[in-house]
C-alpha cells in the first residue's frame, strides 16, 4: 500500500474521537441524496477545506474510516478517508475529483459496512488494487495506488459519488434482505448495479 503523502502536514486536519462540535449529519439508506451524482469541484479552496474538515468531524463522531459528500447532502466529488481514527498525529486522506486510472484484475472478497447504513455489514467483491488520481486538499495533482483496506475504502466511497451503495454490489439476496430487515431498512431503496 502507497504511504507517500501521509507525512504531509494535513491543512485539514481536526481533533479525532467522537466528542465533535456540530458535526453534519449522515443521510441513511432511503434518503434521495445518496443517489445524486456529484460534481467536480472546479477549484480547491478554503470552503472546500472546511466541507472536509465538516466531514472528518461526522466520520469521527460516528466512528467512521471513510465518507463521502453526498453523504452529508453536498454533491461535491469530497472524499475523507483515515484508517487510524484512534491515532491522533496521522494526517487523514482528502481526495477531490478522484478518478481511477486502473484496477487490479485481481479481486477480493471482504465485509463492508457504511455510516450511511449503520449496522449492516456483507461481503462485497471488488478489484484487491486501485490506481487513482485526485487533487488533495490544497488542490495539488496526486496519484496513489493502493491495495488492501485503502484500496477497499476508496473504491467504496467512490461509489458514493455515482450515487452507489454498497448494498448494490452485494450479490448474497438471502444475507442482504436479513440485515437490511433486521436493522430496519427497506430493501426497495437497494438498486442493484448492473
Ligand atoms: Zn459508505
Known amino acids: 500500500m502507497a504511504r507517500q503523502s501521509e507525512r504531509q502536514a494535513s491543512t485539514v486536519m481536526v481533533p479525532k474521537g467522537e466528542e465533535q462540535p456540530e458535526s453534519p449529519k449522515i443521510h441513511t439508506l ?8 456529484a460534481k467536480r469541484i ?14 472528518l468531524r461526522s466520520m469521527y463522531a460516528a466512528h467512521g474510516i471513510g465518507l463521502a459528500a453526498p453523504q452529508v447532502g453536498v454533491h461535491q466529488q469530497l472524499l475523507v478517508i483515515d484508517l487510524d481514527p484512534e491515532e ?8 477531490i475529483n478522484p478518478e481511477i486510472v ?6 477480493d472478497t471482504y465485509e463492508e459496512g457504511c455510516l450511511s447504513i449503520p449496522g449492516v455489514y456483507l461481503n462485497v467483491v471488488r478489484p484487491s488494487q486501485v490506481d487513482v488520481k485526485y487533487r488533495d486538499e490544497l488542490g495539488r495533482p496526486q496519484r496513489r495506488k493502493a491495495d488492501g483496506l485503502m ?11 455515482n ?13 442482504l434482505s ?11 431503496d437497494v438498486k442493484p448495479v448492473a
Open 88 to 95: 491522533a498525529a496521522n494526517p487523514p486522506l482528502v481526495l
Open 30 to 37: 432511503g434518503s434521495n441524496e445518496l443517489r445524486k451524482p
Open 163 to 175: 450515487g452507489v451503495l454498497f448494498v448494490d454490489r452485494v450479490s448474497d439476496e438471502l444475507s
Open 42 to 55: 472546479s477549484k480547491v479552496n478554503e470552503q472546500v477545506r472546511e466541507l472536509a474538515r465538516e466531514m
Open 151 to 161: 484500496a477497499r475504502c476508496i473504491l467504496h466511497e467512490m461509489d458514493h459519488l
Open 178 to 188: 436479513g440485515e437490511l430487515q433486521r436493522l430496519g431498512f427497506d430493501r426497495n
Open 102 to 107: 486502473a484496477t487490479s484484475g485481481a479481486l
